[in-house]
């Protein structure tokens, strides 16, 4: 028993014009001889014609029932089932290569440590050599607060803000 495939379109809804057609109806069968034609042509054997039911939103919430027809065409499938079934590859089995890649430069080692923050600038690194910088003046500035025995002056009108909120 020979094996099918099968090809659903939907119907043409309007007629085509053309020279010598006048008539609405003759204007419809025109535009579905020219579909069964293009189907052929392509090696679709027509079939029948149906009419079946398609449920559709209508609004939010709601759904309604549309009636469409559609052409069914089909042909001969392939019997080759081995174009089908899965096979399995032979691949060569080679060592893997080993990849001696050079040794990284400081600048290059740097950026690919991911702190999360992504580098803009121009020069690798500025952002972690920046931060460092940045300890390092907050820790000379603790250290000479330390030597001269006096605690950091305090902005009376910020500690009043502070207070108020």
Same mark, same amino acid.
Do not use: C
């Given at each position: ?17 053309? $020279?010598?057609?006048k008539t ?25 014609? &149906?009419?079946?039911?398609?449920? &559709? ?10 009636w469409r ?52 600038s121009d ?34 009108? $910020? ?7």
């Amino acid at each position: 028993m020979p094996k099918y495939e099968y090809k659903v379109i939907p119907a043409p809804s309007k007629g085509t014009k053309a $020279k010598g057609v006048k008539t609405v109806e003759g204007r419809f069968a025109l535009s579905v001889e020219g579909v069964l034609n293009q189907m052929g042509a392509e090696g679709w054997e027509y079939l029948r014609a &149906e009419l079946l039911p398609s449920d &559709e939103r209508s609004g939010l919430t709601g759904s309604t029932t549309n009636w469409r027809n559609v052409l069914v065409f089909r042909r001969t499938a392939d019997d080759d089932i081995d174009k089908l079934r899965p096979r399995l590859v032979h691949m060569p089995i080679n060592e893997p290569e080993v990849q001696n890649d050079p040794p990284l430069s400081a600048g290059a080692g740097q950026m690919l440590k991911d702190n999360g923050v992504e580098e803009t600038s121009d020069v690798a690194g500025m952002t972690t050599s920046l931060l460092a910088r940045a300890e390092q003046q907050q820790d000379t500035s603790e250290v000479q607060d330390d030597a001269t025995g006096s605690e950091p002056e305090r902005d009376e009108a $910020k500690d009043d803000d502070t207070k108020k909120n």
